[in-house]
């Protein structure tokens, strides 16, 4: 199939005011941390403000395609042929704990560090769509979330989040959110599986930008019409790591124009075709009950991601995300990190190049797990 027309694509390159004004637009992030800590009965330490609860975690393997697009050979972990030992996490979208069978997004993380020790994530959701346009608006959608935080059941949560989104946004934006995200995160309720598709935040490759999709090599989602267990996604994850690989095709969908490919329309889906397989992701067939399972659950868990983890050119010199939206999430990510003590990102940065924990990492995560289980502080199902 022949390429779209293209346009050039001018990158969002933010002066020092520019980075000021948006890290002050974000910095309530710490503010929905704690009022997710004072609300939410299952948390007892500061934890995500998004994508908090976990579904799976475990060591990845990221092999690459022999044959690449040109614009994207060669750059960071795109060598063709080369294979990358990582950590993946798939979770549920909101920052506390909940049955896994209400609305929400589902969401993969994917860390990977280059040969030259320039550390690559992918951060995807189970939408090709963003819940909002901007940077401002999600953070309204943040922090209804932390209003609505710990209602007594789904219902009152739901009601309590869209008050607060309309009393923040206005009744015409805030219902025009409502909507959008409702028809987003409905899917979930009715998924069997959360080996599902996946979509990542809009990246720069080159001189133009792209977005990646995570896709399973079977599609085995039956879209169940019944009520699903409290667990269900974390069970069906957990009996199917146990049975094989659990596999994804990792496509690249590069950009076109604002009119097909919006940079700044992030609630319209892009067009996808024509899109290029350049990898698969493989969780390794585990035992998620086993010691070192365990031990790579809580690595996931315990370390930090952020979209702005990348590499876009050959020389592998670093630059600010390519658009505005992208900026404010990777300042916004590193402010979720600092509240909730993070793992150090040189504690685990052997893990990329050994594929193993050493005894001293070890001995932390299970110093953090064992804390967390004796405040009754929930991050994932229990075992």
């Not at 004004?21 to 500061?46: R, Y």
């Amino acid at each position: 199939m022949a390429r779209r027309e293209t346009e050039p694509f001018q990158p969002f390159r933010p002066t020092a005011a520019d980075l000021a004004a948006i890290a002050k637009d974000v910095a309530p992030v710490h503010d929905v941390q704690q009022e997710l800590l004072e609300h939410h009965p299952g948390l007892h330490v500061p934890d995500r403000v998004a994508h908090q609860y976990q579904i799976a975690g475990s060591k990845v393997i990221l092999r690459i395609a022999g044959e690449l697009p040109a614009e994207l050979s060669g750059i960071g972990l795109f060598e063709p042929g080369a294979e990358h030992i990582g950590i993946g996490r798939i979770s549920t979208g909101q920052g506390g704990p909940h049955h896994e069978a209400n609305p929400d997004f589902l969401g993969v993380m994917l860390a990977f560090q280059t040969p030259a020790g320039r550390r690559v994530d992918f951060i995807a959701i189970n939408s090709p769509t963003s819940p909002t346009d901007d940077h401002h608006a999600f953070m309204e959608v943040l922090q209804a979330t932390g209003e609505s935080a710990g209602a007594r059941n789904l219902v009152a949560q739901q009601a309590e989040f869209g008050k607060e989104l309309v009393q923040n946004m206005g009744v015409i934006k805030g219902v025009k959110t409502l909507a959008h995200i409702g028809h987003q995160t409905s899917p979930t309720t009715f998924s069997s599986t959360a080996y599902q598709t996946y979509w990542t935040g809009i990246v720069e490759v080159g001189e133009s930008v792209a977005k990646f999709a995570l896709v399973p090599v079977r599609h085995e989602n039956h879209h169940l019409s019944f009520s699903l267990g409290e667990h269900h996604f974390t069970e069906e994850w957990k009996r199917r790591q146990a049975a094989g690989d659990v596999e994804l095709d990792l496509f690249y969908i590069p950009f076109s124009n604002e009119r097909e490919t919006s940079t700044q329309r992030l609630t319209d889906r892009w067009d996808e075709e024509p899109k290029e397989k350049v990898g698969r992701v493989t969780f390794p067939q585990a035992d998620l009950a086993s010691e070192e399972a365990m031990l790579w659950a809580a690595l996931a868990s315990e370390m930090g991601a952020n979209p702005g983890n990348w590499v876009h050119n050959r020389d592998g010199s670093g630059a600010e995300p390519a658009t505005q939206f992208g900026v404010a999430r990777k300042i916004a990510y590193g402010i979720s990190q600092a509240g909730r003590n993070a793992l150090a990102p040189e504690s685990y940065q052997a893990v990329f190049t050994t594929g193993r924990i050493d005894p001293e990492l070890a001995q932390e995560l299970r110093r953090r797990r064992e804390e967390k289980e004796r405040l009754g502080h929930v991050s994932w199902a229990p075992g």
